[in-house]
């Protein structure tokens, strides 16, 4: 049995169809190349009676893995970090590790610690502070019996910073072991912005796989790419480098199409271990 | 206090990321305008143990109504009806009035029923079907204690039809007294396909309005978009009325920017009855 997650996307202009649920998306397909079964992905607006229950729902049924999004801010409706000690029977305290975070940030630009930016410290009585590489909030982890909390800011930019720098990492020591088949490839000649809707058709077709763009020149005098595909099994590494090498050659003919050239830069097979 | 609404979205593409939800947006916006208050939008895999429970728990806990999407085609894998029967604990049967509805379908272009076909109409017993006027498959109505759900399917051309010529009447009566203000306007000169970006901007700005815009004419040698915008108030009309105007004064300015003409149709301002 492969391990469950959860993914709770908090805000009610998420929940309220102002904005559509990409980071649920995002982060679901990252964790389903990690090797967890992610079994729901929920919407629930600011309301303690909602996050709350959700949170507990999740503990209640062993969860292996719940991160959820939005509400880290210092605003007054930001009150995931309050939720969450609610939720697991935990004071809200000052952590002293997010506060040096937060403060770092703020004295490099001579801003002074108020009360607004303090509040973004406040966390779960033995929570763990995560960076957040690009913004102010940190992010919170939490564990409760078998389920590991993760809080991550609702701003896609700094949710998937957080994730990439710190979260990934944490969590493959819970994945499963699982057969990694990655490809570094790099694409000249066509703007990131005429590569994305090719990749979001061809990764949809696959549900194991992910594909990521790093741009490297620039956008459009000498557009340079950088693309990552990756893909797991929990069986062979065959499965999932076929995976890739599918994905990789449709991308390529719709590349060609458009005039760019491509280049493969890199593989890597890892083995679960 | 709001009737409460979750829309849940049932589908193993929707879960892991494969597809962005954009269904659950579409119909919480839906939803609110009718003043319902959407405290949950869900998606689950193809996985009897997640779907039941979810349609339990919004039973258990009193919600209004459920909205789902997803699962209701003629493949092995469609099987929302199954276990929706299983929560409410009623046998899943044929449903002759649904049975009919899919004859006809078929029968108008001379093919015969197939198991495939007739799977299409089982239903939890003392289920209602709901026609599609776009796809084959009947949307299933069942109410158990104080909780209706609607299932409807996941394609959003078909999920969206059935709604607005079916669902949106059933639910206004279920709905609290709302005021809403409505106007038509008429948009020349600009493709839908440029309009659309404009109206996401400006959408996303106000909790209680829902725009949509009907092509009238042809979208690149004249167009005519048809412009429905509408807002809703718990409290009085005006609160509507002034959400609709400040939309349509902001979308007219884009539409004149893009050399654009508007013509208002028609005001509608219905009292919370």
Do not use: C
Not at 126 to 132: D, E, L, S, W, Y
């Amino acid at each position: 049995m492969l391990p469950k997650a959860w993914i709770v996307s908090i805000g009610n202009e998420v929940v309220s169809g102002q904005i559509v649920n990409t980071n649920g998306a995002w982060l679901a397909k990252r964790l389903i190349v990690l090797g967890f079964d992610v079994r729901r992905i929920i919407a629930v607006p600011d309301l303690e009676e909602e996050v709350v229950e959700v949170f507990r729902d999740a503990i209640s049924k062993s969860v292996d893995v719940v991160i959820s999004t939005g509400g880290l801010g210092p605003t007054y409706d930001d009150r995931t970090s309050e939720f969450l000690a609610k939720a697991i029977g935990k004071k809200l305290i000052v952590n002293d590790e997010a506060l040096k975070l937060i403060e770092e940030k703020y004295t490099v630009k001579g801003l002074p610690l108020t009360e607004h930016r303090v509040k973004m410290a406040l966390m779960p009585e033995g929570a763990k502070p995560i960076p957040n590489p690009v913004g102010t909030a940190p992010a919170i982890l939490v564990e409760v019996n078998k389920t590991v909390i993760i809080a991550l800011p609702g701003v896609p930019k700094e949710m998937k910073a957080i994730y990439e720098e710190y979260v990934e990492e944490f969590l493959k020591q819970r994945a499963p072991k699982v057969y990694r088949f990655e490809k570094w490839i790099k694409v000249t000649g066509i703007p990131e912005s005429s590569l994305a809707p090719i990749i979001d058709k061809v990764v949809k077709k696959y549900r194991t796989v992910y594909v990521k763009s790093h741009p490297r020149g620039s956008e459009l005098a000498s557009p340079v790419i950088h693309l990552y595909i990756v893909a797991s099994s929990l069986n062979n590494l065959d499965e999932a480098r076929e995976i890739v090498e599918k994905t990789y050659r449709e991308l390529v003919e719709e590349f060609l199409k458009l005039g760019g050239r491509v280049e493969e830069l890199e593989i890597n097979a890892v083995k679960g271990e």
